[in-house]
């Protein structure tokens, strides 16, 4: 298989060891770690195919291209460590003839606990995640980064990457105060919401998910990611309202 697996993880040792299992096949897997405490790097120790490699992270789009720089092939499946391929994606990337001018798009299942997700926006996601690195590269976005695909093809393979994203609540709440933190370092001095539009925008996101996508079909799970989605969107808002805010009393 002329594919490498890519993939950047800090303190994933819940989920990392399914997500390697998965890969047992490829013979050139990059673990980037980025500060891990929890034993991520002894679990990818265990698997001879996987290099680990440890460095700083500076957002998901710069990191994931140092990361690549690492691999042995020149065709990347950026996968991250609560995600599986199943067998159907995998025999895919042993028989597909790749052009290198074309990204390839993976469909994703999405899983909360065991439970697979089938409303609330998350079902059978399309997202680009195999590419030429010779070819292309990540944008440097440091939140929703994505694969530069000017003067490229796309095209959908065949199989699924199974998304296990979330084991508990506490998963979600780590993750809102991640993300919004981020968005908000990226967007000071570049965009400037009120805290009106952090609440409104957090109240149609609950809307637009629990209801408009359906997510109350999901059960306690469907509740659970709209306040996520709801929460994530007030508080990306409101702190950077916030560090505008700072920023302007400090220049004064």
């Not at 998350?122 to 997202?127: E, G």
């Not at 001095?189 to 999901?218: C, E, H, I, M, Q």
């Amino acid at each position: 298989m002329n594919v490498s697996a890519v993939m950047i993880v800090k303190n994933g040792a819940r989920t990392i060891r399914r997500s390697l299992e998965s890969l047992r096949e490829f013979d050139d897997v990059v673990v980037y770690d980025n500060g891990s405490t929890d034993g991520t790097q002894n679990i990818a120790r265990e698997f001879p195919n996987v290099r680990l490699i440890e460095g700083e992270f500076d957002g998901f789009g710069t990191t994931k291209n140092r990361a690549a720089s690492f691999a042995v092939h020149e065709w990347i499946l950026i996968i991250d460590s609560d995600e599986v391929v199943d067998e159907e994606l995998l025999r895919a990337l042993k028989t597909k003839p790749l052009d290198p001018r074309t990204i390839y798009i993976v469909n994703f299942l999405a899983y909360y606990k065991e439970i697979q997700i089938r409303h609330c926006g998350w079902n059978n996601q399309k997202i680009r995640r195999l590419y030429n690195k010779s070819v292309t590269r990540f944008n440097d976005n440091a939140v929703h980064e994505n694969i530069i695909d000017e003067g490229m093809k796309k095209e959908n393979i065949e199989g699924n990457m199974k998304h296990y994203s979330y084991m508990s609540i506490s998963d979600f709440i780590v993750k809102v105060d991640r993300y919004s933190t981020l968005f908000a370092q990226g967007n000071v001095g570049k965009r400037f919401p009120t805290p009106a539009k952090a609440f409104f925008n957090g109240l149609y996101s609950f809307f637009r998910t629990y209801v408009l996508k359906r997510g109350f079909l999901d059960g306690y799970a469907g509740l659970v990611i709209a306040f996520s989605h709801m929460a994530t969107n007030f508080y990306k808002y409101i702190k950077l309202y916030e560090m505008n805010r700072e920023g302007s009393q400090r220049s004064e």
